[in-house]
């Protein structure tokens, strides 16, 4: 098999990005057709780019612990020692050993797809054809599951054999990735690794990505920005988007990006946030990576203070019911919260980067637990989103030490146009 790192991008349901990696040049080119249908094959065509970065030996993916005995998990790939002299900026910048060179990275786009329709495709120079299912169509009830600050671990391998288990199961249609995905950190090789890694689940489930601390820190996101392309072109950035799925208005927002009023991430969320028709999608779902509501004793609120001053009045002008986040390696969620204080017509806030990455739990929490915090826990996992109507959704997270059927947390959530704050609390 030539064709490796396999995974899709996606936001609308008619859309689909393919991204797959060879060693060789080759045509990028992907077939695909509706699943049971072989004889009605189409051919879609795309580019791709070979690009060069720094290699380095960075604190957390290798050096700081030394090499001698390295991390109890043979699956995070430390970096050789031939990289202790790569690094930022102009250490290493004249040894070949510190130049990542990158295989052919392809991009293809499938357009003209059906939603909620299974398809099959098959990338040139592949053996085998891969199958995926498109998310429901704009209006429909949509399921997206949801993980972040994942790595390369056993304990990531494990949420990923339960979210594909759910996958199978049919119990969501995308994935919602709120950043920190590789851990690479400025490790090249280690995005290879694990685009290997995760590949028996991304292959098979649309994505939307965005980026964390882990993308941006030694990497200024050199290596995200080829392999994990925005699935849509429209917001004049790869690091900012929004996308309609099913009966849900995505907003994804970059962390490490200013959004102070006047920038252009700011002037693109309050254009987005005026062009949402709740007749077409009545929920507004934002995803971000540093949680601006988290009750962490290490990775405290200040991280977020200030793109939370810069938003928070526009989330709740503009009435947005969820906000996702990862970056606090645990799981948290909050009531509807505003200005500090439960607030009925707030935002619901849920951290969900307990993905399983090798630098495990962000412990303590902080003893005194704010009145906005609904529940949290260190344990590694994932959660469910499942949009069941204009009116009811339900989010569930799963432990990874569960059976997958076993509900660690589960919430019915409303809109925040349909919440009767006066009498009824946010969540029922």
């Not at 060179?101 to 357009?111: E, I, P, Q, W, Y």
Request: glycine share 10%; hydrophobic share 35%.
């Amino acid at each position: 098999e030539t064709v490796e790192q396999v995974h899709l991008i996606s936001g609308r349901p008619e859309e689909m990005t393919v991204v797959y990696v060879t060693q060789e040049p080759t045509h990028s080119e992907v077939e695909v057709r509706r699943a049971g249908h072989a004889r009605h094959t189409r051919t879609h065509w795309g580019t791709s780019e070979v690009y060069s970065a720094m290699q380095t030996a960075a604190p957390y993916n290798g050096w700081t612990f030394g090499w001698v005995n390295g991390y109890d998990d043979e699956l995070f790939p430390v970096p050789p020692k031939k990289l202790w002299g790569c690094g930022p900026a102009w250490s290493g910048y004249n040894d070949q050993d510190c130049v990542y060179t990158s295989g052919f990275v392809h991009k293809v786009v499938l357009d003209r797809l059906l939603p909620g329709t299974e398809y099959e495709y098959l990338p040139r120079g592949s053996h085998r054809w891969r199958r995926f299912k498109t998310a429901p169509a704009v209006g429909e009830p949509i399921s997206f599951g949801l993980v972040a600050d994942l790595g390369q671990t056993r304990d990531s391998l494990s949420t990923m054999g339960h979210l594909k288990t759910a996958l199978d199961a049919g119990a969501y249609d995308a994935v919602i990735f709120p950043g920190d995905i590789s851990y690479a950190d400025g490790y090249a090789d280690a995005w290879d690794a694990y685009g290997r890694l995760s590949e028996f689940l991304f292959e098979s489930v649309p994505a939307a990505y965005g980026v964390g601390n882990h993308e941006f820190a030694n990497e200024q996101y050199v290596h995200y920005t080829p392999r994990y392309p925005p699935p849509t072109s429209h917001s004049g950035s790869h690091l900012w988007y929004s996308y309609e799925a099913g009966m849900a208005h995505v907003i994804m927002l970059c962390s490490y990006c200013v959004v102070t009023p006047g920038t252009p991430q700011h002037e693109f969320l309050q254009r987005d946030l005026a062009s949402v028709d709740r007749r077409r999608t009545p929920w507004v779902v934002v995803v971000e990576h540093v949680p601006w509501y988290t009750s962490s004793g290490q990775h405290h609120m200040t991280e977020g203070a200030r793109q939370l001053h810069a938003v928070e009045d526009l989330l709740h002008t503009a009435q947005v019911d969820v906000v996702f986040s990862g970056h606090v390696h645990g799981y948290e969620r909050t009531f509807g919260v505003h200005k500090g204080n439960v607030a009925c017509d707030g935002p619901v806030y849920i951290t969900i980067g307990d993905g399983g990455n090798h630098e495990g739990p962000a412990c303590p929490w902080l003893t005194d637990v704010p009145a906005w915090s609904a529940f949290r826990e260190f344990s590694f996992g994932h959660g469910v989103f499942d949009i069941q109507n204009g009116t009811h959704a339900v989010w569930t997270w799963h432990r990874n030490e569960d059976n997958e059927k076993t509900v660690a947390d589960r919430v019915v959530l409303h809109p925040v146009s349909q919440r009767q704050c006066e009498s009824v609390p946010i969540v029922v």
